[in-house]
């Protein structure tokens, strides 16, 4: 459980490098609206991860273990690429700083491919639960370090002592890599394309009832995914509240609430079943959606305020443990890598596929209708997940995929 919280800081850390606190860099540094804009496209190599995982579970790298090695050179080069960033000057090369944010989140998500391989091969059923939350537990507690921490350390002592502390606090999950214990597996024989690349898909499809387990993977957290769209322009535009009160109740508050929700939930996890937890965590994401309708009927109110991130991102988290404990169990030891970037990447086509269409929404229909819609959203998902029931409930004895 440990090496899993370090693992978790080292997948969380770099993530708002490349989103929220790059923008506030570009910004300070003077660099245009137009230019910052184009910076978005650092996420494309987390949404394409999928594309080059198998070649991470095809071939074993050059030191320690078969997933140890690889997240081992994936933190020692993000190391030195998020120091990299200080040597950089925004306005002049804009370009060049685009070019090496694409390649820090190549980086990461190649880390968060091998990483969630090791989660899923090192955690027996009965682990999955706690070892997610415990996951989740590090991973947040990285994205408030390098978030919201990060623009109070540039703040006061600069930017490039952010970007120092930044690469040399990756070391704390350098040391869970060093320290983990891993089961290796003997080098495969230099297999053809089909074992590596279309094996993996093959034996996904062999899932009893594949089509509606996809489905519910996509249909998950998809109201959760709606609100979130449009949680911070209707606290400040809608409620009225300033954005430090809404960064202070969002990001700070917000992320230790997830945590609690992710820690509390794996312990509940070792005593329900995986389907259980699913459904039961599932409503109250549904239900937690509609608790941001008292603050259009009472106003600004920073107790209310205070309520509603904490029951949303508390139940959030719970939700989430549950869910990649879920992943896990669908993955084989042989192709995890490749299998849980597929999935995890299918987690995410459904909030991007619909996400654009809640700021129309919100304004063709109010906010109170809103927040009905996105908790609605979350019914098709339970919906499916009482019709897989069944399968859940091999969960604990490994029996998702055929041998």
């Known amino acids: 459980m440990v090496i899993m919280g370090l693992l978790g800081f080292s997948s969380g850390l770099p993530l708002p490098l490349t989103s929220g606190t790059l923008q506030a860099y570009l910004t300070l540094s003077g660099v245009k609206l137009e230019l910052i804009g184009l910076f978005t ?63 820090l989140a190549f980086l990461s998500s190649s880390q968060d491919i091998v990483v969630d391989a090791y989660r899923t091969d090192s955690l027996s059923s009965d682990e999955r639960g706690p070892g997610a939350s415990v996951f989740i537990l590090g991973y947040r507690t990285a994205m408030l370090l390098s978030g919201a921490a990060s623009l109070v350390i540039a703040d006061r002592l600069g930017w490039d002592f952010t970007f120092l502390f930044l690469s040399l606090s990756l070391l704390v999950g350098v040391s869970g890599t060093l320290f983990g214990e891993e089961k290796n597996l003997p080098p495969q024989r230099k297999a053809p394309i089909k074992e590596w690349v279309i094996k993996p898909l093959a034996e996904m499809v062999k899932i009893e009832k594949a089509y509606l387990i996809l489905a519910f993977i996509v249909l998950y957290k998809l109201g959760d995914a709606y609100l979130g769209a449009m949680t911070v322009p209707y606290l400040i535009g809608r409620v009225g509240f300033s954005a430090t009160e809404v960064g202070m109740m969002m990001k700070a508050i917000g992320i230790l609430c997830t945590m609690l929700g992710a820690l509390f939930g794996g312990l509940l996890m070792v005593r329900i079943s995986l389907w259980s937890a699913l459904f039961h965590f599932g409503l109250l994401q549904m239900f937690s959606n509609l608790t941001f309708i008292l603050l259009s009927i009472y106003g600004k109110n920073h107790f209310l305020l205070l309520l509603c991130v904490a029951i949303e991102n508390i139940s959030g988290g719970m939700g989430t443990s549950a869910f990649l404990a879920f992943l896990m169990s669908l993955c084989r030891r042989e192709y995890s890598a490749t ?43 339970l919906m499916v997940l009482y019709w897989i029931k069944g399968i859940l409930e091999k969960e604990r004895q490994d029996l998702p995929l055929p041998n």
């Open 41 to 103: 496209l650092s996420g494309l190599p987390y949404t394409l991860k999928f594309l080059w995982a198998p070649l991470l579970d095809r071939f074993f790298p050059p030191i320690l273990t078969r997933r140890r090695g690889w997240i081992f050179l994936s933190q020692v080069l993000l190391i030195f690429t998020i120091f990299s960033l200080s040597f950089i000057d925004p306005k002049k090369g804009p370009a060049l700083l685009l070019a090496i944010t694409i390649f």
């Open 339 to 381: 299998q849980f970037a597929i999935l995890s990447s299918l987690s995410a086509f459904g909030r991007i596929l619909i996400s654009p269409t809640s700021g129309f929404v919100a304004s063709s229909l109010g906010w109170i209708p809103f927040f009905f819609i996105s908790s609605a959203l979350a019914f098709p998902g």
